[in-house]
């Protein structure tokens, strides 16, 4: 299956794809969740379309395989949450909480996709809602919650961040202001007292790699930029974005003498996996290689190539503990396993089969999300 973005703000026109490999007429029944239970592992099932979904489910998984389920509506673009609170996730109409039992929450306004979710301290998500295209400008539905129940709302006008992060105690959204125009724009979504979204300092010009849920350090959230939307080559620096000024500490980076440029195929319509790891920034490309970066000199080094590669429209990275966990199809479909890897230099861990996951997949659906829980390890052998 080719790497395709499902969608862009204001344009829904991409080529759909077949879905090879899914499940026959009747998809193997769990039973509905109860509660986390030993899970560990959960994936986000609905379709991949243009349309509005019409249905999936959420699968738990230990370590013997899927233990129950939760039927939804589905939505396009899912993400999940999980963190000490509890495994948090949307469709359409409704929002969800898996704890030590299951809630249900039916939602003031109803969406088909969404922009973004991003987690916070103590049990605060962020999540962005697609509220399509009025007078010119990019209308972003916001919900603020504590748990499961949504605290407040506002909106987020002409923005095209694809970069979300958690850091100095709230949650922020980077990347392109508008639709046209290499500019960026950090904004506080939760502002404290509520209200609006927050623009912090100026915008800024030049693009943002997508990296959702982008590292923290020193209260400055972290990306990758670059000069220009058209270089087929473009020079990367590392930016740490001050979330209290919106001032930019900005490092070029380096291979060897000259500045670090790279194709831009592997970085343009996917997410980049980023993270740091005792102050330098690591991060994956769609090609398979990964890379780490010090952030004080700039001198930025290939770990590993040759990693599987990922289908671009599924959100397939984790960042967990001392964990980064990839979600890769394989055989048309028809299995999927995990790659567990060490997140200081992505040597591989253990790889972990998720058995039964075809026959649980409803026919025209698939995997569009993947999350871990907090507490998250390989088998105690494999460490």
């Not at 939760?190 to 849920?213: F, K, M, S, Y």
Request: with cysteine; glycine share 10%.
């Amino acid at each position: 299956m080719i790497a395709l973005r499902l969608w862009q703000r204001g344009a829904l026109g991409v080529t759909l794809m077949a879905l090879a490999g899914c499940a026959g007429p009747s998809a193997a029944e769990l039973p509905q969740s109860t509660g986390l239970g030993d899970a560990d592992v959960a994936v986000y099932i609905t379709q991949f379309t243009n349309d509005a979904t019409t249905g999936g489910r959420v699968v738990l998984y230990d370590r013997d395989g899927p233990v129950s389920m939760v039927s939804h509506q589905g939505i396009r673009v899912p993400r999940l949450i999980w963190d000490e609170t509890g495994l948090f996730f949307v469709d359409q109409t409704t929002d969800f909480q898996i704890s030590d039992r299951l809630e249900r929450s039916t939602r003031s306004r109803a969406a088909d996709t969404l922009v973004g979710m991003q987690g916070g301290p103590d049990g605060r998500r962020v999540v962005l809602f697609n509220d399509g295209l009025s007078a010119g400008q990019n209308h972003t539905g916001i919900g603020v919650y504590s748990g499961i129940h949504e605290q407040s709302q506002a909106d987020l006008l002409d923005s095209m961040a694809g970069t979300f992060s958690s850091c100095a105690g709230g949650v922020y959204s980077a990347g392109a202001k508008t639709i046209s125009g290499d500019w960026s724009a950090l904004t506080r979504l939760d502002p404290i007292g509520g209200g609006a979204p927050q623009a912090i300092g100026t915008e800024q010009a030049g693009v943002l790699v997508n990296g959702d849920d982008a590292p923290c350090l020193d209260d400055g959230v972290v990306v990758l930029w670059y000069a220009d939307s058209n270089s087929h080559l473009p020079e990367l620096e590392a930016w740490q974005w001050s979330t209290a000024n919106g001032s930019v500490r900005r490092t070029p980076l380096r291979s060897g003498p000259n500045r670090f440029a790279v194709d831009s195929r592997v970085l343009s319509d996917t997410e980049v996996p980023t993270w740091l790891v005792d102050g330098k920034l690591l991060w994956v490309d769609s090609a398979g290689a990964a890379w780490r970066a010090d952030l004080k000199t700039g001198v930025t080094n290939e770990i590993r190539d040759g990693l599987e590669v990922s289908d671009g429209q599924i959100q397939s990275w984790v960042h967990s503990g001392g964990w980064v966990v990839q979600f890769v199809y394989v055989q048309d479909h028809s299995s999927a396993h995990l790659n567990i890897y060490s997140d200081k230099d992505l040597s591989l861990v253990q790889t972990r089969e998720l058995p039964q996951l075809a026959e649980s997949t409803p026919t025209d659906q698939m995997v569009l999300a993947v999350a871990v829980s907090p507490h998250f390890a390989p088998e105690p052998d494999n460490q």
